[in-house]
């Protein structure tokens, strides 16, 4: 299957700093991306789906304005979390896909704590 | 709404085969997948099915029937390492995927 790579795996920041996520998709275009949250023991949260060149679509109850996605290439999305605080620890999920009806790739996920 | 319901948890013996049942309700259909999940780390694409009928893929296969609602994930010839979280996802016409909370599969020797 084709590969998206999540970087950084794992990262551990403090409270009020902000971290920035990459998603990449190796070898092929990602039309669309998406970003997802997930806690302990829960399925995957959806927080936003951007597509390129234009702005991400956040879930209710997601705030936009602290966690800015940016999607400027078919081949590339971040996920900026800003002024982090520990409820925000979490494993963040990003997927891709290159047309409507296929099947989405995930990234290896980051693990998020806030400290 | 958009539903969709699986097991919460599973319990097989190694060699056995298991059947992962999954219902959905939602606002149109373009296609249902399931995913495994290991503890700890992302979703791995297993099947997608948008067709009635039965696709095998190795020790795992996928069953849908739109009329009814309801795919399963059969798997056999079980292993200790297929101990995992099973996600079931349905795309609707929006061509948004809508996800089960996963079913949670031990396998036991």
């Known amino acids: 299957g084709a590969v998206v790579s999540q970087h950084p795996s794992r990262v551990i920041c403090k409270s009020g700093t902000s971290v920035k996520i990459e998603c990449r998709s190796l070898?092929?275009?990602?039309?669309?991306m998406f970003w997802y949250r997930q806690f302990p023991k829960q399925s995957l949260m959806l927080m936003a789906t951007s597509n390129e060149g234009s702005k991400a679509t956040y879930e209710q109850g997601v705030e936009k304005d602290k966690f800015l996605i940016n999607h400027a290439s078919l081949t590339l999305s971040t996920l900026t979390v800003t002024s982090a605080h520990p409820e925000d620890s979490s494993f963040y999920i990003c997927?891709?896909?290159?047309?409507?009806?296929?099947?989405?790739?995930f990234g290896q996920g980051t693990r998020l704590t806030v400290v | 709404g958009q539903n969709i319901d699986q097991p919460t948890e599973m319990t097989a013996t190694e060699g056995a085969i298991v059947q992962i049942n999954c219902t959905y309700q939602t606002s149109g259909f373009n296609g249902l997948f399931w995913y495994q999940q290991h503890a700890g780390e992302a979703p791995t694409f297993l099947s997608y099915?948008?067709l009635d009928g039965l696709e095998e893929k190795g020790r795992f296969s996928s069953f849908l029937s739109r009329s009814k609602g309801y795919s399963y994930l059969l798997l056999k010839e079980l292993q200790m390492k297929d101990s995992a979280s099973y996600l079931c996802a349905v795309m609707d016409s929006n061509y948004q995927l809508i996800w089960g909370a996963g079913t949670k599969l031990i396998i036991k020797p």
């Open positions: 997927s891709a896909r290159g047309g409507m009806d296929t099947e989405a790739f």
């Open positions: 099915n948008v």
């Open positions: 070898d092929f275009q990602a039309t669309t």
